[in-house]
């Protein structure tokens, strides 16, 4: 049974982390211009707000359900200008400088798992996938109780991670073949897409309005 839902949490993990939005375009953009440790630190960020989303879904922690609930126009509101925010970020960084820096070890672990973890946990829509595939996987009524469902937002981290380091190992792979021209048109390029995805964000919560 236990073996059974870590399974199960692994496979929620990758089925929330794998859809393509900014953070995997910002999980991509440091990969490329950082190394690999720079997207692993960052899909840790990721992984953590899936955990606490997945813990709030798991254990129906009922007033911050109802919080996320009641807020959660505000909270994509914010995660959209965070988003837009850092696209300008991506648009306007320098390789020459990412690269100088990394050889001087000049980058922030810390900052690139906090930045991505407050934009993964400003999308409440991961909240309520993580709602819909704990009652879908059958995961509540397991008879393991509080320990099973444990294990399974055990495996959600451990699925997460999976994700996050095999999508920068392969994107690091081919990074030595890419010259530092490239890489100044992919952050141009990269910018502009998750621009255009805090843009849509913001489109998308006036329509709530009118």
């Known amino acids: 049974m236990g073996l059974s839902l870590f399974l199960k949490g692994i496979g929620m993990g990758l089925l ?3 859809p393509l939005g900014p953070v995997g375009i910002m999980c991509i953009q440091r990969t490329i211009n950082r190394g690999l440790k720079s997207g692993v630190f960052s899909g ?3 992984a953590a707000a899936d955990t606490i989303y997945a813990l709030i879904a798991g254990f129906g922690l009922s007033f911050i359900i ?13 995660g959209a ?3 837009v925010a850092i696209s300008f970020r991506i648009f306007y960084t320098n390789p020459a400088v ?3 820096n990394q ?4 980058n922030s672990r810390f900052g690139e798992v906090f930045s991505i973890f407050i934009v993964t946990l400003s999308n409440p829509a991961v909240f309520f996938a993580f709602l819909a595939m704990f009652a879908g996987f059958n995961i509540l009524n397991s008879s393991s109780g509080h320990i ?6 055990l495996g959600i981290f451990v699925g997460s991670m999976l994700w996050w380091y095999v999508l920068s190992a392969l994107i690091n792979k081919f990074r030595s073949k890419i010259r530092l021209k490239n890489l100044w048109w992919l952050n141009k390029i990269m910018g502009v ?4 995805c805090g843009v849509v964000a913001l489109i998308d919560l006036l329509f709530k309005f009118f």
């Open 103 to 106: 050889r001087n070890k000049k």
């Open 98 to 100: 990412q690269l100088r």
């Open 16 to 18: 929330v982390s794998i």
């Open 44 to 46: 840790v960020g990721a």
């Open 193 to 196: 897409v998750v621009f255009i």
């Open 66 to 78: 109802n919080f996320i609930e009641s807020k959660q126009t505000i909270i994509q509101f914010i």
């Open 81 to 83: 200008l965070i988003i």
């Open 148 to 153: 099973g469902t444990l294990t399974a937002i």
